[in-house]
């Protein structure tokens, strides 16, 4: 059952700091500085990884493709209905991942098919043990989220991102004890999110805008993209994410005082400071800015509202970021009476190319 939540959707939310723990259990090791994914240990990867993978889970495709070059590992992300429409892009040094909650994606199920025909090696990234992707694969790697039944995927994309960090850090041979402590921390940063979130007060304010924009850069990007497919999944209003740079090459054209935008900042860094330049685009045409952040930088100062984050790395800035958006989202749906759990003309699972 819901366990007292009006929506298996708010549950899940709220389930993920366990989620996170049950992730990370086993896989990391403090005191040696050691990432360990038991499935992987005879994966030696030198060559390309290309990412494959739909909807969220492409999302998170796009954040673990950004963490790999961050490591030095080469990597890219497709959607998998546009993987396989050329030819196969790949070798016997490439690894091809899948990124697939449920694991019965059809899009995802074929790319991963065809690469393996290809001569790719492949790895499923999935949340269910014995699932179709599992068997098309030649490894595995567990999200562990448990079962998530909202149609709109939330713990399980948490868990992606974490179980991706994980990944890169290991096909990588790269990780240090400060990375492993922040990625430790992060579970119960999450729980602080949860119980201290303004999300509901910036639903009331902001829900009968014209539309809703995400704009953040580096790994806040795709956690921008995924802000915006869960907001129009579950609201049914008009919105849309971006790269923080992006803006000023067409969307900006769509911002007026009626288009709140919500910014992901997080760090005090060279990207935190370019998507400060960026609120100020948006500021200057009137509309109403919620910054995300952990309050590392001076983004609060260009910000009408602040949706504030527990202060760790970029990685786990993200994913408490999403956090954040997640609330919003359902907080939006909640007041125009959606049906949060069953969006309108959307499956859980989709079994059809
Ligand atoms: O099971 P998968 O992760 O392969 O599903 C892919 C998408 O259909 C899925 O992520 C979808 O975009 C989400 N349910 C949206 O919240």
Redesign the pocket.
Do not use: N
């Given at each position: 059952g819901k366990s007292g939540y009006d929506h298996y959707m708010l549950k899940e939310i709220h389930e993920q700091p366990t989620a996170l723990r049950q992730c990370l259990r086993g896989r990391v090791d403090e005191l040696e500085g050691d990432i360990s994914l038991e499935s992987l240990a005879d994966l030696e990867q030198s060559g390309p990884v290309q990412f494959v993978?739909?909807?969220?889970?492409?999302h998170a495709a796009l954040y673990g493709a950004a963490l790999c070059r961050e490591h030095g590992v080469r990597a890219t992300a497709s959607i998998a209905s546009e993987y396989t429409t050329d030819r196969v892009p790949v070798d016997e040094d490439t690894l091809v991942v899948g990124?697939?909650?449920?694991?019965?994606?059809a899009d995802?199920l074929r790319a991963l098919r065809e690469a393996s025909r290809a001569g790719g090696r492949t790895l499923a990234v999935t949340n269910t043990v014995g699932s179709s992707i599992t068997r098309v694969c030649d490894h595995a790697l567990y999200i562990r989220a448990g079962p998530e039944i909202g149609?709109?995927?939330t713990k399980?994309f948490a868990s992606q991102q974490l179980a991706l960090t994980l990944l890169a850090a290991s096909l990588s041979n790269t990780s240090s004890h400060r990375e492993i402590e922040s990625l430790r921390a992060v579970p119960d940063q999450v729980q602080t999110v949860l119980d201290t979130s303004q999300a509901k007060a910036i639903a009331e304010e902001f829900v009968n805008a014209d539309a809703f924009f995400f704009i953040g850069r580096g790994l806040a990007y795709p956690v921008a993209l995924e802000g915006a497919?869960?907001f129009k999944?579950i609201t049914y209003e008009h919105a849309e994410g971006f790269a923080a740079g992006e803006l000023k090459h067409g969307p900006l054209a769509l911002v007026t005082k009626d288009t709140p935008v919500f910014a992901i900042v997080t760090g005090d860094g060279k990207r935190a400071r370019k998507t400060i330049s960026n609120i100020k685009e948006v500021e200057a045409r009137d509309a109403p800015v919620i910054v995300v952040t952990d309050g590392e930088s001076e983004a609060e100062r260009y910000a009408d509202h602040v949706l504030e984050i527990p202060a760790t790395d970029e990685r786990g800035a993200t994913v408490l970021a999403n956090v954040q958006l997640q609330l919003v989202s359902y907080w939006v749906a909640n007041l125009l009476g959606r049906s949060i759990d069953k969006p309108r003309n959307?499956a859980?699972?989709?079994t059809v190319e």
């Open positions: 993978a739909c909807g969220t889970s492409y990124v697939t909650q449920s694991g019965e994606t995802t149609v709109a995927a399980t497919l869960k999944e959307l859980k699972s989709v």
